[in-house]
């Protein structure tokens, strides 16, 4: 994958979100220098409230993409606030702690989530724009995620229909290596590593059945070796479009556990 395809696609969100780091390091080097570091006043307590309201925005995202009216701004302006916004409350979390070790029990959980919200939610801009690009360059199949199995179960079909009346050579070969393969979704880990799921060296059985087979029956080999191949996409399919449509579990829930670990937070600040 070509090293453009990384850049930002809004580069003033990426140089935007660089110079308020900067300055944010700056201010807290500049604090540091005058008196240690307090999260409950002067610029401790200022980046914790600037966390606080990133967080606030990020939250808002859901509602965000449910409600298409313009006073909200567009969708591609959201959602590059969502991934800018959220490294920023992450480093003002780090700030507002003044870089040191969490004192309590409520401290280390919410630097750990906004940790692993910050991870997850990398990680799922990762999966956005890395395995979208690697199915269409290395696949030839497209497939809604809910019509995999479908059209698995076509694929199926139409193998047992190919090896129809054909010699025990093919029928035994068809049954060993390729029927498994065709027997429902069959997701794999691999997948998610190379997108061909090694298709090259899965598909030397059928380079070393072809001379054990009379000429007329090589056709339907051919054949069968297309459907085999088909299937084997499906399954490249089923296995990144689970993990697109399933990683929000990783990121969602804990965001949502963060939220509310911080209002607590400010309720015990003001509270005590």
Partial sequence: MSGSHWQPKEPRWAIGTAVFAFVSVLLYVASILVRPLDPARGTGLWFGVAATVLFVVEALYPVRRGALSKPLGNARRWIQLHIWGGLLAALFVLVHAGFRKPGGTMGWLLLLLTLWVTFTGLFGVFLQKYYPVALSRNLSVEVLFDRIPEVAQKLADEAE????????????????????????????????????????????????????????????????????????????????????????????????????????????????
């Fill in 161 to 272: 229909k190919l090896v129809q009346n054909t010699s025990d050579v093919l029928q035994g070969f068809y049954q060993t290596e390729v029927r498994p393969a065709l027997a429902g979704a069959a997701p794999s880990w691999n997948y998610l590593v190379d997108v061909r799921g090694g298709r090259e060296k899965r598909l030397q059985p059928f380079q070393r059945i072809m001379q054990f087979l009379p000429e007329e029956e090589r056709p339907r080999l051919e054949d069968l070796k297309t459907i085999y191949v088909e299937k084997l996409e499906l399954d490249a399919h089923f296995a990144v479009q689970r993990v697109l449509r399933t990683w929000t579990i990783l990121h969602v829930p804990p965001a949502a556990v963060l939220l509310a670990l911080m209002t607590l937070h400010v309720a015990a600040f003001f509270l005590y």
